[in-house]
């Protein structure tokens, strides 16, 4: 006779088989083909792309098994995207994933049949992408960014890291077409703070060196680097190293700037949104409709200070910013 806690643990033992068993058995024998796009370099997003993969794999998608990824990445190429969008569609994926705007607007244009998924898009409404967020109404689905809803709160973070500063540099990607309604709110989250925000355009990758040399001519005292640009996650070293060059304390959207020694962040955890993201491939997989798929929006925002970065730029973060701090670098 087998005793009731050795019972008790053999049937403990025997969950995470049979709950891993589950999971192949729901996602099924039927390889399913799943195709990313995505501007920039391969090697920025391989940290995401691997929650992505983790977060398939945990729903018991295994790539190799019954999982094919079609990846391509057009390393900001001029005019790659849309010729892209097309070769992946003539791949016949199951679904689409999408990283930005840019990526979403030619998946759309190249398909209205293939299921999109998108990652971490900012204002998909107001960008034509879908009709509501809980009813999107087209191929469209996946989480959208926060950023408008965030432009206060980061400009309000900021100003309590150099509580003297009057006059902000706003960095905007020109070809980025969130970036001016993102602008619209920095101008009017400033207003009540009593501080002047000051544009500082890019016009694209390719301009980003004089973008950044006309940045010592604003006369800022602090910077904001907005959210939701590809163009800014992937040549991320060049601006931290720019703008600590220029002493010029700098708020940024994703945490990755900061570990790559910016000053300070605020926005949501790219690998959290990347490992959600599988639960939209795992609802399309087994015949939910993206037309009838709610956005799903973050909820969770992380502060990350860099203090390290701080004490280079001659900053001593007040005690009250430090305690709301979700993470401090050393």
């Not at 999982?67 to 849309?82: A, I, K, S």
């Not at 034509?128 to 400009?155: H, I, W, Y």
């Amino acid at each position: 006779m087998i005793s009731t806690s050795r019972r008790t643990l053999c049937k403990a033992l025997a969950l995470p088989a049979l709950w891993a068993a589950g999971l192949a058995s729901a996602a099924g024998d039927k390889n399913l083909r799943v195709a990313i796009l995505f501007s920039g370099y391969e090697t920025i997003y391989a940290a995401p792309v691997e929650s992505l993969i983790s977060g398939l794999r945990e729903l018991g998608y295994v790539e190799g098994r019954n999982l094919t990824v079609d990846r391509r990445y057009t390393r900001f190429g001029p005019d790659q995207m849309p010729p892209t969008a097309r070769e992946l569609v003539s791949l016949r994926p199951d679904i689409i994933i999408t990283a930005c705007a840019g990526s979403t607007r030619a998946a759309m244009q190249a398909t209205q049949n293939i299921p999109i998924v998108m990652v971490n898009v900012a204002d998909p409404v107001g960008q034509g992408f879908v009709r509501t967020l809980a009813q999107p109404g087209t191929n469209v689905t996946g989480r959208s960014s926060q950023s408008r809803e965030l432009m206060p709160k980061m400009l309000e973070l900021l100003h309590a890291a150099v509580p003297n500063a009057t006059r902000l540099a706003v960095f905007i990607n020109t070809t980025n077409t969130a970036h001016e309604a993102l602008w619209s709110d920095v101008e009017a989250a400033a207003l009540p703070l009593r501080i002047t925000p000051v544009r500082a355009d890019v016009r694209g990758p390719a301009d980003l060196n004089a973008a950044l040399d006309r940045l010592k001519k604003t006369g800022a005292d602090g910077l904001i680097v907005l959210p939701d640009d590809p163009m800014t996650f992937n040549l991320r070293q060049r601006i931290i190293d720019s703008v600590n060059q220029l002493r010029m304390p700098t708020l940024y959207g994703p945490r990755e700037f900061v570990v790559d020694g910016g000053f300070m962040s605020y926005g949501e955890s790219f690998p959290d949104s990347y490992r959600r993201v599988g639960t939209y491939v795992d609802k399309l997989a087994r015949g939910a409709k993206a037309a009838e798929l709610p956005i799903e929006q973050p909820t969770r925002f992380q502060l990350v200070i860099n203090l390290k970065t701080a004490s280079v730029l001659g900053i001593t973060p007040p005690r009250t910013l430090l305690l709301r701090a979700d993470e401090t670098i050393r």
